[in-house]
T-cell receptor, first 120, second 108 residues
Framework: GAVVSQHPSRVICKSGTSVKIECRSL??????MFWYRQFPKQSLMLMATSNEGSKATYEQGVEKDKFLINHASLTLSTLTVTSAHPEDSSFYICSATPLAGGPGSYNEQFFGPGTRLTVL | DAKTTQPNSMESNEEEPVHLPCNHS???????IHWYRQLPSQGPEYVIHGLTSNVNNRMASLAIAEDRKSSTLILHRATLRDAAVYYC?????????FGEGTQLTVNP
């Protein structure tokens, strides 16, 4: 149990286009979903925290108009990279924290497999 | 969030125990100590977490110093599949701030 999926797993797009990445909790409802970005040989950087039905909270330095987050249900959050440029090429990873009484330990985050974005 | 310090890399031999250290001298009273690991090209995976007492689960053990300023993740018998980057993270809520972690290499 406690599986998080991401779609697509890999995407290549042209500069200037927008890309949407989906994050789904498959067998639990998530109170909170998180979006991270990871550049090669670097650690994960938290981009934003998202709660269902409310606006996402972005970390300092992350442009909310560039990285649009929609959290429409307790099992789905989407990240849209708008007008993508080569510097946005990265590994994007989402995670989800179950509702109270759900799987896992206190505040345990379940991570998706990641989406590798390449902008040409 | 309080900062953690981990060695950049460690090596171990297969089937031997591994002790991964983490220093967190500025830990606050409400901070939990979380350990996650990340295999190449995958999302991180939860390993274990604790507050004050030592913890055991099917994956590992977590030994927490009495003053809570350091902790050690113990893998009892390393396997090749344990080769990963191990992150020690302090958090008092659900938000996690990842540091650089320790790259564990397991030799056959």
């Amino acid at each position: 149990g406690a599986v998080v999926s991401q779609h697509p797993s890999r995407v290549i797009c042209k500069s200037g286009t927008s890309v949407k990445i989906e994050c789904r909790s498959l067998d639990f409802q998530a109170t909170t979903m998180f979006w991270y970005r990871q550049f090669p040989k670097q650690s994960l950087m938290l981009m934003a925290t998202s709660n269902e039905g409310s606006k996402a909270t972005y970390e300092q330095g992350v442009e909310k108009d560039k990285f649009l987050i929609n959290h429409a249900s307790l099992t789905l959050s989407t990240l849209t990279v708008t007008s993508a440029h080569p510097e946005d090429s990265s590994f994007y990873i989402c995670s989800a924290t179950p509702l109270a009484g759900g799987p896992g330990s206190y505040n345990e985050q379940f991570f998706g497999p990641g989406t590798r974005l390449t902008v040409l | 969030d309080a900062k953690t310090t981990q060695p950049n890399s460690m090596e171990s031999n297969e089937e031997e125990p591994v002790h991964l250290p983490c220093n967190h001298s500025t830990i606050s009273g409400t901070d939990y100590i979380h350990w996650y690991r990340q295999l190449p090209s995958q999302g991180p995976e939860y390993v274990i977490h604790g507050l004050t007492s030592n913890v055991n689960n099917r994956m590992a053990s977590l030994a927490i110093a009495e003053d809570r300023k350091s902790s050690t993740l113990i893998l009892h018998r390393a396997t090749l599949r344990d080769a990963a980057v191990y992150y020690c993270i302090l958090s008092s809520g659900s938000r996690l701030t990842f540091g650089e972690g320790t790259q564990l290499t397991v030799n056959p």
